[in-house]
């Protein structure tokens, strides 16, 4: 999962929580237009994309692990586990549901309609396409620049502290006995 999935995720997830902390409102009570609109969204936004992977994931660690455990059924293993994931496929719309339900529920839906044309616009789009490399310059940006003010604090604190305490001869200055007396 990249750094801007899970930051829109993580950013979903904390609205999702404050609003069920702090609103009344029931999957009775979202209308079938408002979760349509919800749905939009989540597909231009690609919000659920990233667990297109657990099934087959999961499939092929459940293969590795039984095959490990009994090697002469490869074919059966292999099979079964294929034939039962498929069948789990359409399980994805329980995911599909709740993501909406959840989106719809912290988004108006006239929020949801924008929220959509915004993502499939080319603007929208490049956004998807180029946004987590953005984020990784921005993060290691971000890096660099807390280092550089952790440092430069740490040198001003040290050099305010060294002036004080040499001027009340409450230690010695860091120059050393020569260059203090300048």
Do not use: C
């Not at 074919?75 to 039962?84: G, M, P, R, S, W």
């Not at 180029?130 to 620049?145: Q, S, Y």
Request: hydrophobic residues 45%; proline residues 3%; glycine residues 8%.
């Amino acid at each position: 999962m990249n750094l801007a999935t899970r930051i829109r995720l993580v950013a979903a997830s904390t609205a999702v929580a404050v609003t069920f902390a702090f609103s009344p409102v029931t999957a009775q009570e979202i209308s079938a237009s408002h979760l349509a609109a919800a749905r939009s969204a989540i597909d231009a936004i690609n919000a659920t994309d990233d667990f297109d992977s657990v099934l087959p994931q999961a499939a092929a660690a459940l293969k590795s692990e039984l095959i490990r455990k009994n090697p002469d059924m490869v074919a059966l293993i292999n099979a079964t586990v294929d034939e039962k994931a498929i069948e789990l496929a359409s399980r994805r719309v329980d995911l599909e549901r709740e993501a909406a339900q959840a989106y719809a529920r912290v988004f108006s839906e006239q929020e949801l309609t924008e929220i959509t044309n915004f993502y499939e616009s080319p603007t929208g789009q490049k956004l998807i396409e180029d946004g987590p490399i953005v984020t990784r310059e921005v993060m290691k940006a971000g890096e660099i620049w807390r280092r550089g003010v952790a440092r430069d604090l740490a040198q001003i604190v040290g050099q305010q502290i060294q002036t004080a305490t040499g001027a009340t001869g409450g230690g010695e200055s860091a120059g050393g006995g020569e260059g203090a007396a300048q």
